[in-house]
Each structure stands twice: as C-alpha cells, then as structure tokens.
C-alpha cells in the first residue's frame, strides 16, 4: 500500500511540475500575441500566475522528502529548516490562489468555490501544522502536513481530469472546469485522510509507548 501510495504521489508531482514547466513556457518565452485559448486567459495576468506557480513548484519538490523517514533521523536540522521554507512558500502558493479564484477563474462560480475552498483549507492546515510542531505534538503535526500535501496534490489531480474532458468534448471548459477541480482536489484530501486515519491506527497498534515515540512515526510515514 505505502508503494502504491508513493507511486501515485510521485506521478502526481510529476504531472504537476509539467503543467508549471509548460505554464512557464507560455508565458515567459511564447510571444503574448501567440498565445490562444486558455494559454491567453493566463497570460493576461502573467505576474499573479508567475507568484503562483513557481513556489507551487518548489512546493512539490520539497514535501516529498518531508516524509521520508531516513532523511527525517538523520538530518533533522534539515527537515526543520525546508519545513520553515514550506511554511513560507505555502503561504504565498496558498493567498495567490485565493487572489487568482477570483481573478481568473475559467470554469465561474463552481471553478471558484473549489479553489477558494481548498485554498483555505491548505492555508489552514498550514497554520495547524505550524502550531502543533511548536507545541511539540509530533503526531498531531504530521497529520495537518499530510493533509496540507494532499491539498496542494490537487491540482495536479486536475489535469488528468480535464484532460478527460476535452477528450470527451462534450463540455466547454468554462463548463467543466469548475467540475474538475472539484473532482481532483477532493480525491486527494480524500486519499490524504484515509492514510492519516490508517496510519494513525497503526501508530496506536504498537502500544502508548511506541505511540509517544518517533519511532512508530518514523515506520509509518
């Protein structure tokens, strides 16, 4: 199930960093007058995309290595310092969405609810995940973080999704966008959820002593 789980993870980032790579593209090399369809729906705001996307990036290539457990006992200075860096990075990744599901929403009022909605959660789980290391509840923390990381796994989940749509062509984007990110981040929280929960059963299998412990933490990440 854990290889599974990281299988799907690392295509998602993947995919993830694809859509940046191509958005970059767009927007920094293509000329604007050459930009058509949806490419022109972003380029019109290219900074705010910019803001967003590039962080998001690095955002998927950092939380990964959060949950590795070797790299978590071996260089914990590390995992502390790209914490503190995701914390930064997800907050402006987090409050550019925001800005941008008002901004520059494709799909109307359905694409709108599922990013500002999800937007806040991530900021939300952010912060709690930020609160609870401070308090030194280790476990508690590393639930809101994979809540977090399910979160920003969403809109990667989007894209195959939309791909799907176009491929049907039965709906216009402006139709089925807001679907589509409806779909892909709620599909990831789900996933993220189901493992907190299925982690945290196994963590309170192993006795209150490993429980308290980082070991358990460590086997289960």
Known sequence: MRRFLWTAVILLILIGLAAVARRTYVLTVVPSRASVGLDDHFVTQKSLTLLHILPAAILFLLLPFQFVPTLRARHPALHRWSGRLILLIGGV??????VMSFTMSIGGVLETSATTLYALLFLSFLALGFRSI?????AQHREWMIRAFGVALGVAATRPVVGAFFAAR?????EFFGIAFWIG????????????RYTRIRINATGPESASGFQPLRESS
């Open 185 to 196: 981040f709620t599909v990831t929280l789900i996933a993220a959820e189901a493992w907190v």
């Open 170 to 174: 039965r709906m216009t984007p402006e």
């Open 93 to 98: 990744t987090g409050l550019t969405a925001l």
């Open 134 to 138: 401070r308090q030194r509840r280790i």
